[in-house]
Protein backbone atom coordinates (compact mmCIF):
# COMPACT_ATOMS: atom_id res chain seq x y z
CA UNK A 1 0.00 0.00 0.00
CA UNK A 2 1.83 3.67 -0.75
CA UNK A 3 1.17 5.57 2.08
CA UNK A 4 0.24 9.43 1.36
CA UNK A 5 2.03 12.84 2.19
CA UNK A 6 5.55 12.54 4.11
CA UNK A 7 8.60 14.83 2.45
CA UNK A 8 8.55 14.14 -1.38
CA UNK A 9 6.38 16.70 -3.31
CA UNK A 10 2.85 15.61 -3.64
CA UNK A 11 2.19 15.41 -7.09
CA UNK A 12 4.24 15.79 -10.46
CA UNK A 13 2.97 18.95 -12.29
CA UNK A 14 4.26 20.32 -15.40
CA UNK A 15 7.66 22.05 -15.93
CA UNK A 16 7.82 25.37 -13.96
CA UNK A 17 4.81 25.08 -11.64
CA UNK A 18 5.20 24.10 -8.07
CA UNK A 19 1.62 23.87 -7.38
CA UNK A 20 -1.56 24.13 -8.23
CA UNK A 21 -4.86 26.80 -7.63
CA UNK A 22 -8.68 26.86 -8.26
CA UNK A 23 -11.06 29.06 -7.37
CA UNK A 24 -14.37 27.66 -7.91
CA UNK A 25 -17.95 29.23 -7.48
CA UNK A 26 -20.89 26.77 -6.89
CA UNK A 27 -23.65 29.10 -8.40
CA UNK A 28 -26.71 27.50 -5.82
CA UNK A 29 -28.60 30.45 -6.15
CA UNK A 30 -32.11 29.60 -5.73
CA UNK A 31 -32.38 25.57 -6.17
CA UNK A 32 -30.37 24.58 -2.46
CA UNK A 33 -32.81 26.37 -0.87
CA UNK A 34 -35.55 24.91 -2.89
CA UNK A 35 -34.35 21.27 -2.59
CA UNK A 36 -33.96 21.97 1.30
CA UNK A 37 -37.17 22.99 1.67
CA UNK A 38 -40.01 23.38 -0.72
CA UNK A 39 -41.51 25.91 1.38
CA UNK A 40 -39.55 28.42 1.26
CA UNK A 41 -40.68 28.89 -2.40
CA UNK A 42 -43.29 31.32 0.24
CA UNK A 43 -40.33 33.10 1.83
CA UNK A 44 -39.70 36.25 -0.38
CA UNK A 45 -36.95 37.25 1.89
CA UNK A 46 -34.94 34.47 2.06
CA UNK A 47 -35.48 33.65 -1.96
CA UNK A 48 -33.61 37.54 -2.51
CA UNK A 49 -31.14 36.23 -0.11
CA UNK A 50 -30.25 33.23 -2.68
CA UNK A 51 -31.58 35.47 -5.97
CA UNK A 52 -28.59 38.39 -5.19
CA UNK A 53 -26.34 35.36 -6.61
CA UNK A 54 -27.07 35.38 -9.68
CA UNK A 55 -28.32 38.68 -10.21
CA UNK A 56 -25.65 40.80 -8.63
CA UNK A 57 -22.69 38.57 -7.22
CA UNK A 58 -21.99 36.85 -10.49
CA UNK A 59 -21.54 39.78 -12.68
CA UNK A 60 -19.18 41.11 -10.02
CA UNK A 61 -17.33 38.09 -9.83
CA UNK A 62 -16.57 37.47 -13.13
CA UNK A 63 -15.40 41.60 -13.18
CA UNK A 64 -13.21 40.71 -10.97
CA UNK A 65 -12.04 37.77 -12.95
CA UNK A 66 -11.11 39.55 -15.93
CA UNK A 67 -9.35 42.24 -13.85
CA UNK A 68 -7.43 39.49 -12.44
CA UNK A 69 -6.73 37.23 -15.75
CA UNK A 70 -7.77 34.26 -14.26
CA UNK A 71 -9.79 31.44 -15.17
CA UNK A 72 -12.27 29.90 -12.98
CA UNK A 73 -14.99 27.17 -12.56
CA UNK A 74 -18.47 27.23 -12.33
CA UNK A 75 -20.61 24.64 -10.76
CA UNK A 76 -24.60 25.36 -11.54
CA UNK A 77 -27.26 23.24 -10.83
CA UNK A 78 -29.81 22.55 -14.17
CA UNK A 79 -32.64 24.84 -12.49
CA UNK A 80 -29.87 27.39 -11.82
CA UNK A 81 -29.73 27.67 -15.55
CA UNK A 82 -32.90 27.71 -16.20
CA UNK A 83 -33.80 30.47 -14.15
CA UNK A 84 -30.76 32.47 -15.03
CA UNK A 85 -30.00 31.55 -18.89
CA UNK A 86 -28.10 35.23 -19.20
CA UNK A 87 -25.84 34.43 -16.36
CA UNK A 88 -25.16 31.34 -16.95
CA UNK A 89 -24.12 32.55 -20.95
CA UNK A 90 -21.99 35.23 -19.33
CA UNK A 91 -19.88 32.80 -17.51
CA UNK A 92 -19.24 31.17 -20.72
CA UNK A 93 -18.69 34.15 -22.37
CA UNK A 94 -15.96 35.31 -19.71
CA UNK A 95 -14.14 32.04 -20.49
CA UNK A 96 -14.94 29.70 -17.58
CA UNK A 97 -15.77 26.43 -16.98
CA UNK A 98 -19.22 25.01 -16.00
CA UNK A 99 -19.41 21.94 -14.00
CA UNK A 100 -22.60 19.90 -13.10
CA UNK A 101 -24.05 20.73 -9.96
CA UNK A 102 -27.44 18.88 -9.43
CA UNK A 103 -30.72 19.88 -11.36
CA UNK A 104 -32.35 21.42 -8.27
CA UNK A 105 -29.07 20.23 -5.85
CA UNK A 106 -30.97 17.22 -4.42
CA UNK A 107 -29.99 16.01 -1.48
CA UNK A 108 -28.27 13.57 -2.28
CA UNK A 109 -27.38 10.96 0.71
CA UNK A 110 -29.22 7.29 0.42
CA UNK A 111 -30.82 7.90 -2.79
CA UNK A 112 -30.91 4.82 -5.26
CA UNK A 113 -29.16 4.39 -8.38
CA UNK A 114 -32.35 5.61 -10.55
CA UNK A 115 -33.18 8.48 -9.03
CA UNK A 116 -29.23 9.60 -8.95
CA UNK A 117 -29.27 9.25 -12.80
CA UNK A 118 -32.41 11.16 -13.37
CA UNK A 119 -30.90 14.35 -11.14
CA UNK A 120 -27.47 14.17 -13.44
CA UNK A 121 -29.28 13.66 -16.73
CA UNK A 122 -32.01 16.58 -16.08
CA UNK A 123 -28.88 18.48 -15.09
CA UNK A 124 -27.19 17.88 -18.01
CA UNK A 125 -29.79 18.65 -20.73
CA UNK A 126 -30.54 21.85 -18.75
CA UNK A 127 -27.06 23.19 -19.25
CA UNK A 128 -26.75 21.93 -22.85
CA UNK A 129 -30.22 23.40 -23.70
CA UNK A 130 -29.56 26.79 -21.89
CA UNK A 131 -25.85 27.21 -22.77
CA UNK A 132 -25.07 24.56 -24.81
CA UNK A 133 -22.31 23.10 -22.41
CA UNK A 134 -21.50 19.47 -21.76
CA UNK A 135 -19.48 19.86 -18.69
CA UNK A 136 -16.64 17.04 -18.26
CA UNK A 137 -16.52 18.34 -14.56
CA UNK A 138 -19.03 17.12 -11.51
CA UNK A 139 -19.60 18.47 -7.91
CA UNK A 140 -22.13 16.62 -5.87
CA UNK A 141 -24.74 18.70 -4.17
CA UNK A 142 -23.82 19.50 -0.64
CA UNK A 143 -20.61 17.76 -1.77
CA UNK A 144 -22.68 14.35 -0.99
CA UNK A 145 -21.07 11.52 -3.35
CA UNK A 146 -22.77 8.13 -3.11
CA UNK A 147 -20.54 4.60 -3.72
CA UNK A 148 -22.84 4.57 -7.21
CA UNK A 149 -21.90 8.31 -8.33
CA UNK A 150 -18.57 7.69 -10.06
CA UNK A 151 -20.00 4.83 -12.01
CA UNK A 152 -22.79 6.84 -13.40
CA UNK A 153 -20.32 10.08 -14.12
CA UNK A 154 -18.25 7.43 -16.46
CA UNK A 155 -21.41 6.60 -17.87
CA UNK A 156 -22.08 9.51 -19.10
CA UNK A 157 -18.53 10.64 -19.83
CA UNK A 158 -17.67 12.99 -16.86
CA UNK A 159 -13.64 13.15 -16.73
CA UNK A 160 -13.38 14.26 -13.32
CA UNK A 161 -15.27 14.63 -9.80
CA UNK A 162 -14.73 17.52 -6.91
CA UNK A 163 -16.73 16.57 -4.22
CA UNK A 164 -14.50 14.18 -2.12
CA UNK A 165 -12.12 15.52 1.19
CA UNK A 166 -9.25 12.67 1.19
CA UNK A 167 -6.27 14.25 -0.36
CA UNK A 168 -4.08 17.18 -0.69
CA UNK A 169 -3.45 17.07 -4.86
CA UNK A 170 -5.30 14.98 -7.85
CA UNK A 171 -5.68 11.23 -7.94
CA UNK A 172 -7.35 8.97 -10.02
CA UNK A 173 -9.85 6.00 -8.68
CA UNK A 174 -11.67 3.39 -9.61
CA UNK A 175 -15.43 4.01 -10.28
CA UNK A 176 -16.11 0.33 -8.02
CA UNK A 177 -13.80 -1.73 -6.72
CA UNK A 178 -11.85 -4.08 -9.44
CA UNK A 179 -13.45 -1.99 -12.32
CA UNK A 180 -11.10 -1.02 -15.04
CA UNK A 181 -12.69 2.61 -15.26
CA UNK A 182 -11.72 5.35 -13.19
CA UNK A 183 -12.18 8.90 -12.84
CA UNK A 184 -9.86 11.80 -11.79
CA UNK A 185 -10.74 13.62 -8.11
CA UNK A 186 -9.83 17.15 -7.51
CA UNK A 187 -10.56 16.91 -3.79
CA UNK A 188 -12.23 20.15 -1.30
CA UNK A 189 -11.74 20.39 2.12
CA UNK A 190 -14.53 22.05 4.21
CA UNK A 191 -11.72 24.83 5.85
CA UNK A 192 -11.94 26.51 2.27
CA UNK A 193 -15.59 27.17 1.80
CA UNK A 194 -17.49 30.27 2.26
CA UNK A 195 -20.31 28.86 3.80
CA UNK A 196 -18.75 27.86 6.79
CA UNK A 197 -17.08 31.30 7.28
CA UNK A 198 -20.03 33.42 6.49
CA UNK A 199 -23.79 31.25 5.76
CA UNK A 200 -26.34 32.76 7.30
CA UNK A 201 -29.99 32.67 6.91
CA UNK A 202 -32.36 32.48 10.22
CA UNK A 203 -34.13 29.81 10.16
CA UNK A 204 -32.15 27.70 7.41
CA UNK A 205 -28.37 27.70 7.72
CA UNK A 206 -25.65 28.86 9.48
CA UNK A 207 -24.03 29.11 12.59
CA UNK A 208 -25.11 32.06 13.96
CA UNK A 209 -21.11 33.76 13.34
CA UNK A 210 -20.66 35.94 10.17
CA UNK A 211 -16.46 35.83 10.40
CA UNK A 212 -14.76 38.67 8.70
CA UNK A 213 -13.83 38.39 5.53
CA UNK A 214 -10.44 39.83 6.23
CA UNK A 215 -9.90 35.93 8.87
CA UNK A 216 -11.86 34.25 5.75
CA UNK A 217 -8.94 35.48 3.31
CA UNK A 218 -5.71 35.08 5.78
CA UNK A 219 -6.94 30.92 6.43
CA UNK A 220 -7.42 30.82 2.90
CA UNK A 221 -4.46 32.66 1.97
CA UNK A 222 -2.59 30.20 4.68
CA UNK A 223 -3.67 26.73 3.12
CA UNK A 224 -3.01 28.37 -0.53
CA UNK A 225 0.96 28.87 1.11
CA UNK A 226 1.19 25.50 2.40
CA UNK A 227 -0.15 24.00 -0.56
CA UNK A 228 2.56 25.75 -2.48
CA UNK A 229 4.84 24.66 -0.30
CA UNK A 230 4.37 20.84 -0.58
CA UNK A 231 3.05 21.18 -4.34
CA UNK A 232 -0.47 20.37 -3.97
CA UNK A 233 -3.45 21.42 -5.46
CA UNK A 234 -5.48 24.00 -3.30
CA UNK A 235 -9.20 24.42 -4.33
CA UNK A 236 -11.42 27.39 -2.67
CA UNK A 237 -15.11 27.03 -2.85
CA UNK A 238 -17.32 29.50 -2.89
CA UNK A 239 -20.89 30.22 -3.22
CA UNK A 240 -22.09 33.77 -5.15
CA UNK A 241 -24.53 34.37 -3.11
CA UNK A 242 -22.55 34.39 -0.31
CA UNK A 243 -18.85 35.76 -1.05
CA UNK A 244 -20.35 38.04 -3.69
CA UNK A 245 -21.31 41.07 -0.80
CA UNK A 246 -18.89 43.67 -0.88
CA UNK A 247 -16.31 43.41 1.64
CA UNK A 248 -16.34 39.99 1.05
CA UNK A 249 -15.73 40.35 -2.98
CA UNK A 250 -13.08 42.52 -2.05
CA UNK A 251 -11.61 40.64 -0.09
CA UNK A 252 -11.99 37.46 -2.40
CA UNK A 253 -9.93 39.62 -5.20
CA UNK A 254 -7.00 40.46 -2.60
CA UNK A 255 -6.85 36.87 -1.87
CA UNK A 256 -6.76 36.31 -5.60
CA UNK A 257 -3.70 38.54 -5.82
CA UNK A 258 -1.93 37.00 -3.23
CA UNK A 259 -2.18 33.43 -4.52
CA UNK A 260 -1.30 34.72 -7.56
CA UNK A 261 2.07 35.85 -6.47
CA UNK A 262 3.18 32.86 -5.11
CA UNK A 263 6.13 31.50 -7.31
CA UNK A 264 5.13 28.63 -9.64
CA UNK A 265 1.35 28.80 -8.57
CA UNK A 266 -0.58 27.58 -11.46
CA UNK A 267 -4.02 28.50 -11.40
CA UNK A 268 -6.93 27.90 -13.48
CA UNK A 269 -9.83 25.74 -13.97
CA UNK A 270 -10.41 22.36 -12.33
CA UNK A 271 -10.83 20.89 -16.31
CA UNK A 272 -7.15 22.03 -16.57
CA UNK A 273 -5.69 20.35 -13.71
CA UNK A 274 -7.78 16.92 -14.55
CA UNK A 275 -6.90 17.03 -18.05
CA UNK A 276 -3.26 17.38 -16.56
CA UNK A 277 -3.56 14.89 -14.06
CA UNK A 278 -5.36 12.32 -16.40
CA UNK A 279 -1.81 12.14 -18.29
CA UNK A 280 0.26 12.29 -15.21
CA UNK A 281 -1.79 9.78 -12.56
CA UNK A 282 -1.35 6.26 -13.67
CA UNK A 283 -1.98 4.98 -9.52
CA UNK A 284 -5.24 3.93 -9.29
CA UNK A 285 -6.81 4.11 -5.42
CA UNK A 286 -9.74 2.61 -4.63
CA UNK A 287 -12.52 3.23 -1.53
CA UNK A 288 -13.02 1.33 0.77
CA UNK A 289 -16.45 0.55 1.95
CA UNK A 290 -16.43 -0.20 5.16
CA UNK A 291 -18.65 -2.22 7.45
CA UNK A 292 -19.66 -1.48 10.75
CA UNK A 293 -18.13 -3.97 13.01
CA UNK A 294 -20.73 -5.67 15.49
CA UNK A 295 -20.13 -7.98 18.44
CA UNK A 296 -21.92 -11.38 17.41
CA UNK A 297 -21.96 -12.50 20.99
CA UNK A 298 -23.16 -9.48 22.51
CA UNK A 299 -26.68 -9.05 24.06
CA UNK A 300 -29.33 -7.79 21.52
CA UNK A 301 -31.19 -4.50 22.22
CA UNK A 302 -35.03 -4.60 22.13
CA UNK A 303 -34.97 -3.14 17.79
CA UNK A 304 -32.56 -6.38 17.07
CA UNK A 305 -29.65 -4.36 16.98
CA UNK A 306 -26.59 -6.11 18.56
CA UNK A 307 -24.55 -4.01 21.41
CA UNK A 308 -21.67 -2.31 20.69
CA UNK A 309 -20.33 -1.60 16.83
CA UNK A 310 -23.53 -1.10 14.94
CA UNK A 311 -25.54 1.14 18.19
CA UNK A 312 -22.22 3.20 18.38
CA UNK A 313 -22.12 3.89 14.96
CA UNK A 314 -25.88 4.71 14.47
CA UNK A 315 -25.62 7.21 17.79
CA UNK A 316 -22.66 8.90 15.96
CA UNK A 317 -24.25 9.14 12.76
CA UNK A 318 -27.41 10.68 13.91
CA UNK A 319 -25.38 13.74 15.74
CA UNK A 320 -23.29 14.45 12.17
ZN1 LIG B 1 -23.86 23.63 -3.92
Known amino acids: MTLLGGDDPVFSWPDGIRAAASFTFDVDAESCVLAHDPGAAKRMSLMSHQSYGPLVAVPKILSILAR ?12 TAECHPDVVQAIVDGGHEIGHHGYLHEQMQGID ?69 SLIEIPVDWALDDWEQYAFYPGWTGSGVIESPSKAREMWQLEADAQHAQGGCWV ?8 GRPSRAHALEQ ?29 VRTHTRYEVPTFPDAPILQDGTPVGGASRARETATLG
Open 68 to 79: QDIRATFFVPGF
Open 113 to 181: RETEARYLDRGLEALHRVAGVVPVGYRAPWWEMNYQTPGLLVERGFRYDSSLLDGDAPYRFAVEPGSAE
Open 236 to 243: LTNHPFIS
Open 255 to 283: LIEGVKALDGMWVTTLEEIAEHAANVTKV
